[in-house]
């Protein structure tokens, strides 16, 4: 599976991103694809997930109701809709998949089997 993320950028306190990560190589309904974050000096984070195309989506507590992790099957492309950015939201963003992931797995970085390179998200205040 390769993954091609875009997106990033600098953005203002409170204003939107829209990050996406295009998958070619697998059978993209299959795939559980995640966004990860890691900024300077931290260890990378969990921020959403989608499984198998839509079935469930999955976010970390601090961006609940301000993020939204969505997909285009037919465009093989995950989304993730940054709004109400705060200055600890900068980091790197990186996608992962997996064809294999259960749910209880969906948040563990260690369990995807393919990343994309990352995206640099910076929110200045």
């Known amino acids: 599976v390769q993954l091609q993320a875009s997106g990033g950028g600098l953005v203002q306190v409170g204003g939107s991103l829209t990050l996406s990560c295009q998958a070619s190589g697998s059978t993209f309904r299959t795939l559980t694809m995640g966004w990860f974050r890691q900024g300077i000096g931290k260890e990378r984070e969990f921020v959403a997930a989608?499984?198998?195309?839509?079935?469930?989506?999955h976010y970390t507590d601090s961006v609940k109701g301000r993020f939204t992790i969505s997909s285009d099957n037919a465009k093989n492309t995950v989304y993730l809709q940054m709004n109400s950015l705060k200055p600890e939201d900068t980091a790197v963003y990186f996608c992962?998949?997996?064809?294999?992931?259960?749910?209880?797995?969906?948040?563990?970085?260690?369990?995807?089997?393919?990343w994309g390179q990352g995206t640099q998200v910076t929110v200045s205040s």
């Open positions: 989608i499984r198998r195309g839509g079935v469930s989506t």
């Open positions: 992962a998949a997996d064809p294999r992931l259960i749910l209880s797995s969906v948040a563990q970085a260690r369990d995807y089997d393919y």
